[in-house]
């Protein structure tokens, strides 16, 4: 199970004091909520933003209009919430990024598409990066080490070749740290469908991975 170290969002029992505190109609810990998510939202929208468009929005943007948008409707999720905060959180998160990808795209599909390879390999190394670490194992020998390396440079390829449900499991379990059950969650899914979609996406990311060390 994931460490507290390594997750991206804050700790649930101070969140869960927060809420009580928001439902008695405390101002300072509505915003001390928002406040205290804001750092993992920014490693989200980061992780996810199509770099292209990250040249044209300030990510910090997106942020802040996530929490405003998070700050406005916080009163119908507290009588009403059908995910953990930091679920619904990402939600809105991530159906922003996938609203602005949409109108951004449409919008300058010519200049966007034209600088999309090299920025998304750009970020695709990134990330990459950082999967492939938190995939490996935390101790690792000379020898796996070595090959953890050699994984990096090419990670970002087969990562790339998974198709959009693969790339967003392996991403919820081992970038944002999401136990099983949450992402089972925030997915809609049995946390028994879950892990079978995360076993499934593994096993096509070492293929991929396979394949790429055989060409």
């Known amino acids: ?13 101070r969140t869960r004091e927060l809420l009580s505190a928001a439902r008695d109609g405390d101002q300072d810990a509505v915003e001390g909520l928002m406040d205290r998510h804001r750092d993992a939202l920014r490693k989200l929208v980061d992780h996810r933003m199509d770099r292209a468009i990250g040249r044209r929005v300030d990510a910090s943007d997106v942020v802040q209009d ?3 948008e998070a700050s406005n409707r916080l009163g119908k999720y507290l009588d009403q919430p059908t995910l953990p905060f930091h679920l619904w959180l990402r939600q809105l998160a991530r159906d922003r990024l996938i609203d602005m990808h949409r109108r951004h795209r449409k919008a300058q599909r010519r200049s966007v598409d034209r600088e999309r390879p090299l920025a998304a390999r750009v970020h695709a190394d ?59 969650e925030a997915l ?18 070492k293929g991929q991975l396979e394949n790429s060390a055989s060409s």
């Not at 950082?130 to 087969?158: M, W």
């Not at 809609?188 to 990311?205: E, F, N, Q, T």
């Open 66 to 68: 996530v929490l405003l």
């Open 126 to 184: 990134q990330s990459s990066m950082d999967l492939a670490a938190r995939l490996a194992d935390a101790e690792l020998t000379p020898a796996a080490a070595s090959i953890r390396r050699e994984l990096q440079l090419r990670f970002h390829e087969a990562i790339e070749d998974l198709v959009e449900d693969d790339r967003e499991i392996l991403l919820m379990r081992h970038f944002e740290q999401l136990t099983n059950s949450e992402t089972a």
């Open 188 to 205: 809609g899914l049995s946390p028994a469908a879950a892990g079978m979609r995360h076993l499934r996406a593994l096993r096509r990311l």
């Open 1 to 13: 199970m994931p460490t507290n170290s390594q997750r991206i969002w804050p700790d649930s029992e």
